[in-house]
């Protein structure tokens, strides 16, 4: 079903009713034990579909749409279940787990580009993390060296794709896969891994970000000078608008990076992007596609810079939700408000987190058992512009969602 003008108003007078009402009649406690019984059933029946060498990726008009390792969101699935892991102790998820996990052995010996981060560290880094288990290590050494491998250090960037329509592209999404490096630079103590992480959030503070701390999806760079040739979007409504799983990249990313390195540059940054945010987000929390899209309260007026002239989605799609964004954004102002030393913003994150987080956990986003072939969060977008992955589960949604959960289970 199709998030349209008269539903989502609808929805939003719902909201704003029902979430307080909600908040008393179940604790955090109790929405994270249900939501993990939800798990446990709805990952375990996607795990036996798939083959042995696929890896789920959405579920579109009752059938299952599955990917290979090389996917870019091979790494979240795996990574899923080992968050349900971390909280239910469950023997056999943990068995899925590791199976899933080891999916991806090879990885490296495959074309990857900057993503290669997102399908390590959300599989091997928590497999790691949460048993010790050495045999993880050896991916995870050599999967941050081919990362690092496509840094650049006259443009201080890692390259993002490979596409030979651009320069030297670096989206905003990069700031994610910063993690593994910052992880394995400890790890295994090399501190280059952990300067080139730094270089490429230090660079992206300067040239990704406009005044407002919005923040561009793609900047297309000169690499044998390191100058800014242009700066545009790919999956967001137009070069000048904030796409919203664009920001909420931005804002994990930066959280992450401060409590990574203790770096007060990037708790700045963070705050800031985190101020630009919590503002332009319904009252449920989950944010339009695209904040400026058309059909949104913020929309873009027609005559502005960058303004398309074409629309290339159908009427119904402009303001569509995305609970993908919402998750990621749930997950990093938990992280957010630890840390910030602003107490408004603190309590501001803090809230929201957990506004988010009921809601995602709500039938309105919560699937019903075989409801969407086993994922868990419905109503998503992966790329408007590209009219693909429209109001559908993504498994980075699944992922950040369950991640969310478990990190406020934590403070």
């Known amino acids: 079903m199709r998030i349209q003008d008269a539903f989502a108003k ?15 009649e179940e604790s955090m406690d109790q929405l994270t034990k249900r939501v993990m019984d939800c798990a446990v059933r709805q990952l375990t029946i996607l795990d036996h579909h798939l083959a042995e060498d696929e890896f789920p990726r959405t579920f579109i008009n009752g059938a299952y749409l599955d990917s290979g390792a090389e996917w870019w969101c091979s790494g979240f699935f795996p990574g899923s279940l ?36 997102f399908q390590v560290n959300c599989s091997y880094g928590n497999a790691y993390r949460l048993t010790g288990d050495e045999r993880y290590l050896p991916v995870m050494e050599a999967a941050s060296a081919k990362l690092a491998g496509r840094y650049n250090p006259t443009v201080g960037c890692i390259r993002s794709w490979d596409h ?11 700031m994610m896969n910063l993690e593994l490096l910052l992880s394995c630079s400890g790890l295994f103590r090399c501190d280059s891994l ?27 760079y000169i690499p044998e000078s390191g100058e800014v040739d242009h700066k545009q979007t790919v999956q967001g409504f137009a070069h000048e608008s904030s796409w919203s799983r664009g920001q909420a990249w931005g804002l994990y990313g930066y959280t992450m990076m401060f ?11 963070a705050e800031n992007i985190a101020r630009y ?21 913020h929309a873009m007026p027609a005559d502005a810079p960058g303004h398309p002239a074409v629309y290339n989605w159908r009427e119904g799609e402009k303001i569509a939700r995305d609970a993908s964004a919402a ?9 957010l408000s630890s840390l910030t030393k602003d107490k408004a913003l603190a309590f501001e994150c803090k809230k929201m987190a957990e506004r988010i ?34 109001d559908v589960p993504l498994t980075y949604a699944d992922y950040y969602f369950l991640e969310a959960v478990v990190k406020y289970g934590r403070r």
């Open 10 to 24: 609808i929805f939003l007078a719902a909201a704003v009713i029902t979430l307080p009402s909600c908040c008393h």
């Open 82 to 117: 080992w968050y349900v892991y971390e909280v239910t102790g469950n023997e056999t998820i943990k068995e899925l787990a590791v199976k899933n996990t080891l999916k991806l052995r090879n990885i490296v010996s495959l074309y990857t580009d900057h993503d290669i981060g």
């Open 164 to 174: 030979e329509w651009f320069n030297y592209p670096v989206i905003i999404d990069n």
């Open 194 to 220: 952990s300067r080139i992480a730094c270089a490429h959030a230090n660079t992206t503070i300067i040239n990704h970000f406009r005044d407002d701390f919005s923040s561009y999806h793609l900047v297309d």
């Open 259 to 269: 409590e990574k390195t203790g770096d007060g540059s990037y708790l700045t940054q």
């Open 277 to 297: 945010i919590l503002p332009l987000l319904p009252e449920d929390g989950v944010p339009y596609w695209d904040f400026n899209a058309p059909g949104t309260p």
């Open 327 to 335: 998750a990621i954004m749930a997950s990093a102002f938990v992280t």
């Open 357 to 390: 987080i009921r809601v995602l956990a709500s039938p309105m986003y919560l699937a019903e058992v075989d409801e969407i072939g086993g994922y868990l969060i419905k109503h998503c977008v992966g790329n408007m512009q590209g009219l693909s992955e429209i």
